[in-house]
């Protein structure tokens, strides 16, 4: 009975990877998209962010609030992400600095400065130009590569 | 093969040890080359595919054949770019996570063309992509097919990048990324054949203790086995066990017996002729060499003790029977706390047992000479051919 109790064990430890369902997901995307948004709006604005992301999840809450001020509204925000192109209309009205993670959204709605977007599973990251000057941003050396002059 | 190789358990631990060498030895094989072996292992389940590529690009190629700007004609041509789609569409597959024609810009950023995904994960034409290494460039130099390990990126494992050339010139680039999912199959099937090593190894460690405890508890069992329990020497068991073995060559061989034992018995009872015997083994065991000769218990009164011969010359091995002789006659045996009797033997030797066919000559020929140790008289050492 010892043996076939330590077998069992055996067993169990050697397949223990077969059991990470168990364990709550964390999203390592999403950990990853909150620090470069972070730099990103740091570099634009210059100053204290406070961040609106429109319908956030729990999930993105938890991460997003390690890096960030989060604000409920988008009238007490100066940086919002919309990253599930759920943006109302009276938010666009504002004079704030509006980014996307959609790449075609960001080409059809000129409010948008900026997009962070997932590429062919690779991270992307396209400043607009003309909407940067609109704008008054200036951003860093390090994100000059990635600035598009729509106009060429 | 000799039977005492399955009788001796020594072998069986020494069978289970060279098969646990062996796994810990492959076991440290596999987490050495591990890489490498993984390596291999995609390179064989992937070559396939790499060539299909590279026969989808040659096949671009001739759809362009007669275009002079494959970047602008493409972008003006939507027939052109259904046609192409189809092609990338072709090379989809659930290892293969997107199959896409690039162009590289003037300021070297590379661009959408045609991209073979479904319409949600679709690139438009132009939108750039951020590459993640500079073997993309490498490309343009080479005009070779490149393979770009990723080593930070979660869902894709790797890109097979291949040229399109023009005029001896790279004008596009036919991109295949491969999903994790090969490569992870790929790493389930080595930690399968990782843990399934562990667990055979458990398991013939688990052997391996369970017999040693097993062949421990044995040795001790058959060494009580062996072991008169009244006097501590060997007991008959042990005589049969070894002699079939025993070098005659190498022995003198003496029987002993204790004089009017019976009557000791009859007059102080048999707990005085436990004591006897006791006292008996006891000087027995404290005068031979230990390490060397042997004393069996034969039965009753009567003990059988092997005296190794350590030369030529037989005095030596004769004198540890004088000594044994000597010794039980002037040893006082105590009867209860305060009396105590003196006891003889008889002994007779066989000098040379190896002239007899086995033990049981041998000891025959000794007994014999005990024999004539009584009948003259008791209290006396006779050797067998002697006089």
Redesign the interface.
Known sequence: MK?FT??LT??SF??S?QYVFLVNKYD??IEYEAKIILKIATSSLGREIKLFIPDISEQEKKIYSEYFNLTKNCETANFIFDNKGSLTNDCKKQNKLFFTNN??KL?ENEKYYGAFFW????????FIKQRLEANSVLLSKEYLK?I?DINE | MNKNFFKNPYYLIGVLFVIISFLVFLLYIIFQYEKNIEKDMFTIATTDVLHITQNKADHITKILRYSDDYINDIKKDTQLQKRLEMQLKNLITPNIKYAYLLYKDRKNTFRFLVDGSPIDEKAMINEKLDITSDKWFELYEAKLPVIIKHTYLQKLSLSYLVPILYKEEVKLVLVIDFSVDKLHKINQIIIMMKSGLFFILAIVFILFIVFAIQFIRYKRMKQQSFTDRLTNVYNRNYLHEIEDTVNLDEYMIAALDIDYFKNVNDTYGHDVGDIILREVGNILLHTIRVEEDIVVRYGGEEFVIFIKNKSENSDTSLSVIQRVFSNIKEHKMFINEEDYIYITVSIGVNKTPSSSKNFLEAFKLADIALYEAKESGRDTIKIYGEN
Do not use: Q
């Open positions: 043996i330590l077998l055996l067993i050697a397949f990877d390592k995307e790449y075609k080409m590429s062919k599973s690779r991270p992307n990251i396209v990635y598009e």
